[in-house]
């Protein structure tokens, strides 16, 4: 059981002890740490990306008439030409000035199935 030259030791703390007090300590950073993301996230990512928000919830500006949306069905971004078939049904998240600015948004032009070539595909 150690020699005579060894000191008396404490008895190590038990977990609980130790917890409880760093626990809320690590917690408030952990909180401080994903506040201070999400508001870089919205004051910087949203200034970089292309396009601007919508003037209404149905409407683009003049300036930027292009509709882009995240579709409900693949969770892709597409976008609305203005003439296009659904261009006044769409809800636009984002207007862009030109099919560049779109794509460059990760947007990709919504699907006309009026366009659609009905040859198969082997054919």
Known sequence: MGGPDMAPQAPPRSDASRGTREAPRISVRLATVIV????????VGA???PGV??????SC???HPIKGYVSAESGARVYHV???RFYEEANPERCYASDEEARRDGSRPASDPSRRDLRPSWG
């Open 36 to 43: 201070g993301a999400a508001v870089w996230v919205v004051c």
């Open 47 to 49: 200034t970089d990306r």
């Open 53 to 58: 928000e919508p003037s209404t919830p149905w």
């Open 61 to 63: 500006p003049d300036t």
């Open 82 to 84: 203005p003439g296009g």
